[in-house]
Structures are given as structure tokens and as C-alpha cells.
């Protein structure tokens, strides 16, 4: 059942206001990673391999080759979990109210070193530098 006009409007002045607010998090909700179905068959093969290789350890009475395949058995399990690795190291872009994606602006230079900061840990403490030159104003 589609949409009212009425709803349509309201949803498209939700998203607005979700971008203007937090634009991190709308680049971050429309960009949602698929996972491939590769990666669970890989996985699925390992553990049948890891299971076969611990079968077979312990029908032969060597324990190296079932904890090879215990090994192999949880590997395969880890890499399903597991989340896939991003290929970029930042955010893609800011989307702005039009719904187009723009690159990020360059970070800042930190004051006490010429490269700019990186990392969450990094991050946080500039945000608490900031509000604390903020209060103190």
C-alpha cells in the first residue's frame, strides 16, 4: 500500500531534519553495508573442512591434526561474524539537504602538531578540547 501525499511530505521533512541535525548519521544510514554471500560460503567451507579435519584427528588418534581442524572450524566461524573490512578510512561525504553527497571538508590542523589528529580516542579529546574553550569564553 503506498503512501499518502500527506506522509510522503512528512517523511521527506523528517529526512531533512536528520540531515541538517546529525549528517554523520544520515550518510551513515544511507550507505548501508551489503554482506556477500561469498564470504558465508567460504565460511561454511572452512567449518566443513575444520570439521572433517577434527573427525579425522580423532579417528587416527593425532591430536595435531584435530586441533588443526579445531582451528580451521573456528576461523570459519570468526570470518562469518565477523564484520567485513570498509575500504575508506573516513566518512565518504556529507549529505546536505537536497540529498546530495558532497566530500568531507578537510579536518582542521591540530595546534600542537602540523598533521592533522586521528583516530576515536583523538577525536574525543578534541571534542572536549572544543566545549571546554567554549565554556571558558
Known amino acids: 500500500m503506498p503512501l499518502s501525499e500527506y506522509e510522503q511530505r512528512v ?3 523528517m529526512e531533512r531534519a536528520l540531515t541538517s541535525d546529525d ?3 544520515a550518510t551513515t544510514l544511507q550507505s548501508s553495508p ?3 554471500g561469498l564470504r558465508y ?3 561454511g567451507i572452512g ?3 575444520g570439521l572433517l579435519l577434527l573427525v579425522f584427528g580423532a579417528a587416527s588418534a593425532s591430536p595435531v591434526l584435530g586441533v588443526v581442524g579445531f582451528v580451521v572450524m573456528f576461523a570459519g566461524v ?3 561474524f565477523s564484520a567485513p573490512r570498509k575500504s575508506t ?3 565518504v561525504g556529507v549529505v546536505d539537504e537536497h540529498g546530495k553527497v558532497t566530500p568531507p571538508k578537510s579536518s582542521a590542523k591540530s595546534g600542537k602538531s602540523g598533521a592533522p589528529r586521528q583516530g576515536f580516542l583523538n577525536r574525543l ?4 578540547d572544543r566545549r571546554r574553550e567554549q565554556g571558558g569564553r
Do not use: M, N
Request: no cysteine; aromatic share 8%; proline share 8%.
Open 34 to 36: 551489503r554482506k556477500s
Open 11 to 13: 517523511l521527506e521533512q
Open 23 to 25: 549528517p554523520r548519521l
Open 47 to 49: 567449518v566443513v573442512g
Open 125 to 128: 579529546e578534541e571534542r572536549w
Open 89 to 91: 578510512t573516513g566518512p
Open 41 to 43: 560460503v567460504a565460511a
Open 78 to 80: 570468526a570470518f562469518a
